[in-house]
């Protein structure tokens, strides 16, 4: 996404480097397409970054010019639909300080937190944590505490609900008004501070996350569906000034850690999908007895393809990463919003983002629906049930004289042991989400 030039952008003459063109983002680098071609430059004039969705919203006169609303009918009706379904869902807004992460996530009057949280709240009583990760510590926003002890909570992972923070306050909300109260009670308790980026940078990472959980009967049986929604504001970064204060090189310093070891994470996810593609790639070219081209000696097995060892991923350098270790690489549908400047002041920042968005598309994630595990058991055993009463009916028909009685009551047998199993439990428990103490 490319929002407009800023006003610091716009005194130091910012130049328009960044072009969109349907779902390409172009980048033009000046240094090089201002001199002469010179022998031994092998810096690229223009580099063209491909993504799923691509938004100009520089200039509101403009054609191509995307407004909000174009953004949350793009990005926010795909969490709406992967949470209705069950899945775990990330959205998080990464990019510069002053790029428009925050004004996206949250600005008004349209902002995708906002709509989200107006949709689920008519549908439901969904439940919500608002915390902010400052200087590697964890703060609720929704609590009122002492200054000195709000960053006490600590964060703990289980090993099937995965990381989590310890303590963190949980609120219900009935309505749409609630919902809006407690984000601007968030917002205005998250730490803001003036740098020579921006005059009101988010000094913190905010993450506003919301369980889902939606009530349903499936096959006559009381059930639940649940769904995390992880809505993520990221802290910009930007180059410490000496001229400001200790504590603003302080908070850089904590960022920049953050956020580099959210690009390792990206980059190693995306090299360890590539590794996976490339030998699933292999082994089905040696099932087929294809030429893969790899050369074998005598004497071994030409079924074996050579074994890529996957790199480790250090979720737990940064408590961002810690946090959020399921939204990536794990059980979530991710959505990855990059917000860049089109400034050529920012010209450096811009490839950054444009890289890390670039190789976040290779990650590949394994999303599972989340259900009532006794009635998800009971569906497959009844499954099982018409399948083998298929099968008896099949033999009935055929009238195979080959198939002996005992095979024939073993095969009964084994019906109405399933039938047994799943009009043994008479209700079925409710499933909670509260985090474990």
Not at 152 to 168: C, I, S
Request: positive net charge.
């Amino acid at each position: 996404m490319v929002w407009g030039l800023v006003s610091r952008e716009t005194k130091e003459g910012g130049r328009i480097i960044v072009e969109v063109n349907d779902k390409v983002a172009k980048i033009k680098n000046l240094k090089v397409d201002d001199r002469p071609d010179s022998f031994g430059d092998s810096r690229e004039k223009v580099v063209a970054f491909n993504f799923d969705y691509c938004y100009w919203s520089v200039n509101p006169e403009d054609p191509q010019y995307a407004s909000q609303d174009v953004v949350f009918q793009d990005l926010g009706t795909e969490v709406l639909s992967g949470a209705a379904r069950g899945y775990n869902i990330c959205l998080f807004a990464y990019g510069q300080t002053g790029s428009g992460k925050t004004y996206t996530m949250l600005g008004t009057p349209v902002s995708i937190i906002g709509l989200l949280c107006l949709i689920l709240s008519m549908k439901s009583q969904p439940c919500g944590f608002f915390l902010e990760i400052y200087n590697e510590r964890v703060r609720d926003l929704l609590r009122q505490s002492n200054q000195k002890k709000s960053y006490t909570l600590r964060v703990r992972e289980h090993p099937e609900m995965g990381p989590y923070v310890q303590g963190l306050s949980q609120h219900v909300v009935t309505n749409y008004k609630q919902v809006i109260q407690l984000l601007e009670e968030g917002i205005a308790n998250r730490i803001t501070a003036a740098t020579h980026v921006h005059e009101a940078s988010s000094r913190s990472h905010a993450i506003f996350t919301i369980h889902y959980t939606q009530a349903i009967l499936e096959n006559n049986l009381p059930s639940e569906i649940a769904s995390k929604i992880n809505l993520v504001d990221l802290a910009g970064s930007e180059r410490a000034d000496p001229s400001y204060c200790k504590d603003r090189i302080t908070e850089g310093a904590n960022i920049n850690k953050s956020l580099v070891t959210l690009g390792i994470v990206i980059s190693t996810l995306a090299q360890n999908s590539q590794v996976f593609n490339s030998c699933q790639s292999l082994k089905s070219t040696a099932s087929t007895g294809g030429d893969s081209g790899i050369p074998v000696s005598s004497g071994t097995d030409s079924r074996r393809v050579p074994s890529q060892r996957q790199s480790y991923i250090p979720y737990r350098d940064s408590v961002l990463t810690w946090l959020l270790k399921d939204s990536l690489g794990g059980n979530s549908k991710t959505i990855m919003v990059a917000t860049v400047s089109p400034a050529h002041t920012s010209y450096s920042e811009t490839m950054s983002t444009l890289r890390y968005a670039s190789n976040a598309k290779n990650i590949i994630n394994k999303p599972r629906v989340n259900e009532d595990a006794n009635v998800k058991l009971i569906r497959e055993l009844r499954e099982e049930i018409k399948r083998l009463k298929a099968l008896l009916l099949s033999f009935e028909l055929r009238n195979f004289r080959s198939l002996n009685d005992e095979k024939d009551e073993n095969l009964k047998e084994l019906v109405l042991k399933n039938e047994v199993k799943v009009g043994g439990p008479s209700s079925i428990p409710r499933r909670r989400f509260d985090p474990p103490t």
